[in-house]
Each structure stands twice: as C-alpha cells, then as structure tokens.
C-alpha cells in the first residue's frame, strides 16, 4: 500500500490576498479562489460569499473547470508504475516526477483529483481526495470520501 503525503497546495500572499475580493467568501481560501473564478465567469463578482452553496451548485451543473484554479502537490511513496501511475497521468494537467525506488511528487489541481478518484478504486486516489478534502471541502462534498481510520 503506498503512502501518501500532501506536499503544497495553492496559496497566496498575504498582500495581494488583501487587495482581492476573496476574503469576503464564506469557504476556505482556496474555496473562495474557486468560487471567484466561477464568479468573473457568470459575471457575478459582487456577489462574492453570498452563496455558501455556489461551488456545490456549478459542480453539479458540470462546470467543474473552476476547481482547476487550486493544484496540490503529494509525494507517494511505494508506488510502482503500474497501470494506476498511468491512468493517473494521462489525466490533463498533472505534472510528474519519478524520484525512483518507487516514489513520485504528483502535481495536479482539484478537478484532476476529483477526476481520478471517480475513475479508480485505488488506495491512492482515495488519499489524494482525504487528504484534499479539508482545504476545498465544497470540492468533495459530494463524494464520498472515506476519513483517515
């Protein structure tokens, strides 16, 4: 079974957060980068943190482009490439690098790990989604994602 650290995920600086609408969402940061993606895309900026259900709502629609706005970054260890390392970088946007002895760093954003847990079973997509999930919880809130035992 490989084991799976979350390395990084999407941040920002604390100046330029200021100077943005995002504080004024009602989910996390990363959340409210997401939700403010979709809002300059419908044209609805001013209604920024006005709808605690807006991520939700467009993920459902199948507007799930918005959650590429937020990458994280895991190490896995114990990982041979196998048929789930390719089914996982075939996914558009995720970057890899083979550490060797079985170890990889995986970049992808939030839609590439909603998307890989939907289409694999694996011990490895499920911790790539429980260990996202408390950053964009909107994200997964529809999956049912197992929490660590």
């Known amino acids: 079974m490989p084991t799976v650290t979350l390395l990084s995920y999407t941040q920002m600086d604390a100046v330029q ?5 995002l504080p004024a969402g009602a989910g ?13 895309c419908y044209r609805s900026d001013a209604n920024m943190g006005q709808s605690p259900r807006f991520i939700d709502l467009r993920v ?13 970054i895991f190490r896995v260890e114990g990982q041979l490439l196998d048929r789930e390392v390719l089914n996982l970088v075939s996914l558009p946007t995720v970057e ?3 550490l060797g002895n079985a170890s990889w760093i995986f970049s992808m954003n939030a839609r590439n790990v909603r998307d890989y847990w939907r289409r ?18 909107a994200v997964f809130r529809d999956l049912p994602v197992e929490e660590e035992a």
Do not use: W
């Open 28 to 40: 996390t940061l990363q959340e409210n980068l997401i939700e403010f993606g979709g809002r300059i």
């Open 60 to 72: 459902r629609e199948g507007h799930e482009d918005i959650l590429e706005h937020v990458r994280f």
């Open 96 to 98: 890899f690098t083979d």
């Open 17 to 21: 957060l200021s100077e943005t609408p």
């Open 120 to 137: 694999s079973d694996s011990t490895m997509a499920a911790e790539f989604a429980r260990l996202a999930r408390p950053i964009t919880p």
